[in-house]
């Protein structure tokens, strides 16, 4: 089972870019999707996370310019990201609860976010 992340790129500072990330349409239920990212020697860490009914939760640094949401009928989760910030830079991964008999945790491939100044 793997999970598609796609929307990656170059952008300016002020920018804005929105990733998305798929599940298998074999998939019949998915709880907890999230995204997470990673600069270069830094930490992983939590950007923003959705449940099965759409509530969602920030990372302090970008609560405010990034929204998640999610598509449970394309399996899809989306990470807008608005008024990008140079340390923004990272490589963004998708996560995801997916009922796979059992229930197991699982990560997309990163996707590259290079924001300029």
């Known amino acids: 089972v793997q999970l598609q992340a796609s929307g990656g790129g170059l952008v300016q500072a002020g920018g804005s870019l929105k990733l998305s990330c798929a599940a298998p349409?074999?998939?019949?239920?998915?709880?907890?999707m999230a995204w997470y990212r990673q600069a270069p020697g830094k930490r992983r860490e939590m950007v923003a996370v959705?449940?099965?009914?759409?509530?969602?939760n920030y990372g302090d640094s970008v609560r405010g310019r990034f929204t998640i949401s999610r598509d449970n009928a394309k399996n899809t989760v989306y990470l807008q990201m608005n008024n990008l910030k140079v340390e923004d830079t990272g490589v963004y991964y998708c996560?995801?609860?997916?009922?796979?008999?059992?229930?197991?945790?699982?990560w997309g491939q990163g996707t590259q976010v290079t924001v300029s100044s």
């Open positions: 996560n995801a609860d997916l009922r796979t008999d059992p229930w197991r945790n699982y």
């Open positions: 349409g074999s998939i019949v239920a998915i709880n907890r």
């Open positions: 959705i449940d099965s009914v759409g509530i969602a």
